[in-house]
């Protein structure tokens, strides 16, 4: 019994382990990418990745950053003036996705 105690702690660590790894690099992402538009909380070129998250879906996020000139509309811009990311690959994508996403508020 006290054997399966420590092998479910082990895991539950490393699964936050994991995570904990997945946001670094998509923070790393971010600041490579997305810093000299967007940052955290707070307005900047682009909406801050705080009202993103509480305004968007996961899919949505996603598809403008690999597509934003087939999204702006649909977002309610007038025009694009986001540079294209579709060359990221889909982990990529996702990180940064989960990055921003990591910034809605708790209710
Ligand atoms: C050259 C500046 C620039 C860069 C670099 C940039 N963005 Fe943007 N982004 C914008 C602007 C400006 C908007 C608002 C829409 C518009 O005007 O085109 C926007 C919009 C967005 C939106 C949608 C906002 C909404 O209202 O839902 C997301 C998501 C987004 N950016 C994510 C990213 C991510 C992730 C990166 C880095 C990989 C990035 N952007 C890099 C300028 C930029």
């Known amino acids: ?14 699964g936050s382990t994991l995570h ?8 790393r992402l971010f600041k490579e990418y997305c810093w000299g538009c ?3 909380t707070a ?3 682009g909406p801050s990745f705080r009202k993103i998250a509480n305004t968007r879906d996961r899919g949505s996020i996603m598809a403008q950053i690999a597509d934003p000139e087939h999204t702006y509309k649909e977002l ?6 986001m540079p294209s990311f579709g060359d990221l690959n889909s ?3 996702e990180k940064l ?3 921003i996403l990591s910034f809605k508020d708790k209710k």
């Not at 904990?20 to 923070?27: I, V």
């Not at 309610?76 to 003036?81: I, V």
Request: aromatic share 12%; glycine share 10%; charged share 20%.
């Open 43 to 45: 307005e900047a070129f």
């Open 20 to 27: 904990a790894a997945d946001m670094q690099s998509g923070e």
């Open 38 to 40: 967007h940052h955290q």
């Open 91 to 93: 982990s990529q994508l």
């Open 97 to 99: 996705t989960e990055f």
């Open 76 to 81: 309610g811009y007038k025009r694009n003036s």
């Open 1 to 14: 019994m006290r054997r399966i105690g420590y092998i479910l702690l082990f895991t539950l660590g490393l």
